[in-house]
């Protein structure tokens, strides 16, 4: 299995950018189609969004789009979700996700999950 470690995460107000990074080890990244979802306090995790073995097609969340922005550097073993304008509504846990077979909104679909980092959004 991949191993996967997120970070970046922290506290920011409304309207500022967080970067979070998703580093893997143990198998080869460029293997897997990754994902980053969320966890609000309450609520069920939902999906963000997701991007190809290569970085070349990605699909988003309605509620992201525009907004956020995930890329891929296989060569470090690296994927990266880029959020701009943040809102209150953002504030959640962030998880990154991989999988090997056809993936895509659903978390069921994906076997490997790391640990999260925290996103707070201050009004």
């Known amino acids: 299995q991949v191993q996967l470690v997120e970070s970046g995460g922290g506290l920011v107000q409304a309207g500022g950018s967080l970067r979070l990074s998703c580093v893997a080890s143990g198998r080869t990244l460029s293997n897997y189609r990754m994902g980053w979802f969320r966890q609000a306090p309450g609520k069920e995790r939902e999906f963000v969004a997701r991007?190809?073995?290569?970085?070349?097609?990605?699909y988003y969340a309605n509620s992201v789009k525009g907004r956020f922005t995930i890329s891929r550097d296989n060569a470090k073993s690296t994927v990266y979700l880029q959020m701009n304008n943040l809102k209150p509504e953002d504030t959640a846990v962030y998880f990154c996700?991989?999988?090997?077979?056809?993936?895509?909104?659903?978390?069921?679909?994906?076997?490997?999950w790391g640990q999260g980092t925290q996103v707070t959004v201050s009004s």
């Open positions: 991007i190809s073995t290569s970085g070349g097609i990605t």
């Open positions: 996700a991989a999988c090997l077979r056809t993936c895509f909104q659903a978390s069921a679909e994906y076997e490997n």
